[in-house]
């Protein structure tokens, strides 16, 4: 959701510039500083960045220059006045040099105010265009973005499924480990001929599918097909979906290190779980 998009444009007598910058945020956030002649179209402003944007941390800008042309002011004579007949009085009071006091008056706060400005409804009409430009330019180096970023993710979410193959490989010999440990753990401390083989055959099936990670194994690789469809899909706003895909990666991850009981797999759940971590951070850029 990181970019920044950019447009300017003379329209009438005014130069308009306009600059969008974009960061990662789960909800639309929008700071704009509107000038006074947009003020009457903040509200039309504001609904048409969001619908352009949709997501996150957002901080509009608006220059506005005039063109050749000196910009139109109010002076508030009455005010003038005052403040002259004042500060006219306490001058001669204390013999103080008057010369520059118009001059000074005039600086005052108030005294001299921008004329009201309103845009024209066909140049509103031109500003509106101006400002999907530079939402368009914002969108266009998201795009970019977005295309390394979803190399990126299908590297890091190719590494979990090599990983998830390996732990393929090291289960019926996990299996065999188990088996041969608790025989030898009876034989050491019963002895072969103090217990029943077939409860003890049960015992082992029971107890081997209570850490059977096979269930897991395969919603993990139902969950890292449904991403890569989600991930290559063009539908949008796909970031919280993607988002949400990863939380059950990190179930069936979590749960399959719980299971493992064995150290070759337990190094291959770690190196998932630090591939899942990196996604994680960077599903964050994802709309």
Not at 264 to 274: A, E, G, N, R
Request: with cysteine; charged share 30%.
């Amino acid at each position: 959701m990181t970019g920044y998009g950019r447009a300017e444009q003379t329209i009438g007598d005014r130069i308009f510039l306009i600059e969008i910058k974009s960061l990662n945020g789960k909800q639309f956030d929008l700071r704009m500083m509107t000038p006074a002649i947009l003020k009457p179209y903040e509200i039309e402003i504001r609904n048409i960045i969001n619908e352009g944007l949709e997501r996150g941390s957002v901080e509009c800008l608006f220059n506005i220059k005039y063109n050749g042309a000196t910009k139109p002011v109010t002076v508030n004579t009455e005010l003038l006045k005052a403040y002259y007949n004042s500060v006219k009085e306490v001058a001669t009071e204390l013999n103080a040099d008057d010369n520059n006091l118009l001059s000074a008056i005039l600086r005052l706060p108030d005294v001299v105010t921008n004329s009201t400005d309103n845009l024209s409804e066909e140049e509103w009409k031109q500003f509106e265009a101006l400002l999907k430009a530079a939402i368009e330019n914002i969108n266009k180096h998201r795009h970019n973005e977005g295309a390394a970023l979803e190399t990126e993710l299908l590297k890091r979410v190719d590494n979990i499924e090599l990983h998830e193959e390996g732990i393929l490989q090291f289960e019926p010999l996990r299996r065999e480990k188990i088996k041969e440990g608790l025989l030898k753990l009876l034989a050491d401390n019963v002895g072969k001929e103090n217990y029943d083989a077939n409860r003890l055959e049960q015992e082992l099936i029971y107890y081997i599918e209570k850490i059977d990670i096979t269930e897991e194994q395969v919603r993990l690789k139902n969950h890292i097909s449904y991403f890569k469809d989600i991930l290559k899909g063009k539908e949008k706003s796909k970031g919280k979906k993607l988002s949400f895909i990863l939380q059950e990666f990190g179930r069936e991850i979590n749960t399959t290190g719980s299971k493992a009981n064995n150290a070759d797999i337990q190094k291959l759940v770690v190196l998932m779980k630090d591939e899942l971590e990196k996604m994680k951070e960077q599903i964050l850029n994802v709309l």
